[in-house]
């Protein structure tokens, strides 16, 4: 897995709140406003970036991932006021935390690289990356031979959250799909579906379709799986 070489635009990312020290080749970015991140240990992360990323699907589903030499760590950037259930030493950063970037000056940084920066507004959903992360902490030999229904008992031995509306989960969608499209949809009472989640949500239908009549008498209210 290669790093970009270059500081790509990243100004998408990028808020009124973001503090540029002075003569510094880093910018330290706001978390908690327009995205949230989740802080990975370097070993963990490495490992689950190489997977996804490695994966065509996968990859379209990952938003930006920053890798951290000097502090031994990945940052994982989320959609805002999402919440999962971690592995041990992860850790969520909102509001009151930044985490520093390379600025459009450093052509060759040292210390901190993009190892995945998308098209601007796609950030990584929070349910999903939990049990991607876990996944990787806890591998189960044979899985490239195992089966979508397979999943959901690979994640409970993984010790990932449990799956919401699981049991309404159509047998041929993968636990990580149909966890990204709950998140979505519990969103939708609210009127926080960005455009962005519009768009993914379609694009889940098109893999998917089977998702559609499962989801289409189910309430997503919260309360109804926490």
Known sequence: MTPLTVAPDATWLMSAYDEYPPRSSVVLLAAGYAWEAVRTPQGLGLATAERLLADP????????????????????????????????????????NWIAAPCDRALHPDTVRWLHLPEPGI?????????????????T?????????????????????????????????SPLLWAEYV?????????????????????????APEILGAGRDLDFTPRRFR
């Open 123 to 139: 950030l990584t959903s929070a349910a999903w990356l939990a049990a991607a992360l876990h996944d990787t902490r806890h591998p």
């Open 57 to 96: 699907d996968d990859r379209t589903l990952l938003g930006p991932v920053l890798h951290s030499r000097r502090s031994a760590c990945l940052y994982w950037l989320i959609r805002p006021g999402s919440t999962a259930d971690y592995p041990h030493g992860c850790q969520h950063l909102g509001v009151g």
């Open 141 to 173: 030999a044979g899985r490239d031979q195992m089966t979508h229904s397979d999943d959901a008992a690979l994640i409970e031995a993984a010790q990932a959250p449990i799956l919401p509306l699981d049991a309404h989960r159509p047998e041929k969608v």
């Open 183 to 207: 998140e979505i949809m519990s969103a939708a009472p609210y009127g926080k579906v960005t455009p962005a989640s519009a768009a993914r949500l379609e694009v889940i239908y098109s893999q």
